[in-house]
């Protein structure tokens, strides 16, 4: 690393041994560094919230495309060109004026890569595994989203092989934008469910 | 196993802290590790990894950070598998800390039996979770065992976590979107929450 990153030390221990492990597998010719570099490449780049952002953005657009979403969410995902590792069979959940949907994983950080990237190191925090499924609307104003009491809160565990992505409700007076505008206004955050657009 | 990554409803972990506009990997080596983990075990080994995860030390969970975690699973399972030695590890690194060694009958024998990729439940059952609790791998929540839920969603089937990670039997078994209330988890009615977790088949049992 950098000297002037944050980091306190120049070489820390899992950095130490995470050099160690690479360049044994290297030496055995069983990891490829280039692949290895393509991989970090992809999730650092190009594997992110602005593709589930897109996803959101025709959902809010195309009536018929939200409806197929809804019904088969890896299928109509797939139509946008995302797919692959922990994005197997997606499972899209709806907000409205009267529900609000949040995902966790409590088991360990289950989460939608192809369209959302890899998760915040807050949603793999224990106060956030431990938490949501027990005191969700306490946690989720705490996390700036609160909601009125007469709002159904659904709480999805990922905990099999479903990846959820939370599908929020179009802003008001963005009726006049265009889809690529719309993606503009769609967050990670939001479409975990721990905030409202 | 009831280990420490079972962290739904546990009390006493503080607030949630953000770290606003968070780069993907604070680190090079978290990146690079999560790849190395990736190209060589994801595809074909998912659940081995997570428990190799959850085999970890305690405290250095608990301690440690997301890619740690991952660091400390792969290099488990390379070694574990031969691939690897640990003293090579040790020699270099200096220290090497691995997961704990997979428990001597990690699977119930309430768990073995074989896959069946037709559901025996439909949406709208009522179902009770098996009270078991495995000393191996298993995806099912203890905050969950021996509640009943409402099946809301009848899922495809998808190789059992148990049979997978410690019988190499990847036969497909259903698995439903169950629904539960707070006060059938917690004890405390909570209006207008409802909690979902995804469960296999082997999990449940009809309830009245």
């Known amino acids: ?197 | 196993m009831d280990g420490v990554h079972d962290l739904g409803g546990l009390v006493g972990f503080g607030p949630v802290e953000v770290e606003p506009d968070e780069p993907v990997f604070h680190e090079e080596w978290e990146g690079r590790t999560f790849a190395v983990a990736g190209s060589l075990l994801l595809s074909g080994n998912l659940h081995g990894m997570r428990h190799a995860i959850e085999r970890m030390d305690g405290v250095h969970y608990l301690t440690s950070s997301y890619y740690e975690h991952w660091l400390t699973g792969v290099a488990t399972l390379l070694v574990e598998s031969g691939v690897i030695e640990e003293e090579d590890l040790r020699t270099r690194a200096g220290s090497f800390p691995l997961a704990r060694a997979i428990a001597d009958e990690p699977v119930p024998p309430e768990l073995r039996h074989p896959p069946s990729p037709s559901p025996q439940f439909r949406r709208g059952d009522r179902v009770r979770v098996r009270n078991l609790h495995p000393f191996g791998h298993t995806r099912c929540p203890d905050y969950v065992r021996d509640r009943v839920g409402v099946v809301a969603r009848v899922d495809p089937a998808a190789p059992v976590p148990e049979l997978s990670t410690h019988h190499r039997d990847d036969r497909p078994e259903c698995i439903y979107g169950v629904r539960f209330e707070p006060l059938e988890l917690w004890g405390e009615r909570d209006n207008g929450v409802v909690v979902h977790v995804d469960l296999y088949e082997r999990y449940l049992e009809p309830a009245a």
């Open chain 1, 1 to 197: 690393m950098s000297e002037d990153h944050h980091h306190p030390s120049p070489t820390s221990e899992p950095e130490r041994r995470a050099r160690v492990l690479e360049e044994l597998l290297i030496e055995r010719g069983l990891v490829d560094p280039s692949f290895v570099d393509a991989i970090v490449d992809a999730y650092g780049r190009d594997i992110g919230p602005m593709n589930g952002a897109a996803v959101v953005a025709r959902a809010w657009v195309d009536p018929e495309y939200k409806d197929r979403l809804l019904d088969d969410g890896t299928s109509a995902i797939a139509e946008l060109g995302f797919g692959g590792p922990e994005g197997d069979y997606m499972v899209v959940v709806e907000n409205s004026a009267a529900v609000h949907n949040v995902v966790v994983c409590t088991l360990c950080s289950c989460y939608p890569w192809p369209v959302l990237g890899l998760p915040p190191t807050w949603y793999k925090s224990a106060p956030y595994r431990s938490r949501m499924v027990r005191e969700p609307r306490r946690l989720l104003a705490e996390m700036g989203c609160p909601l009125d009491d007469d709002v159904e809160i659904r709480v999805w565990d990922s905990s099999a092989d479903a990846r959820y992505l939370v599908l929020p409700e179009r802003p008001k007076g963005t009726e006049s934008l265009a889809e690529g505008e719309l993606a503009g206004l769609v967050t990670r955050d939001a479409m975990i469910g721990v905030q409202r657009l």
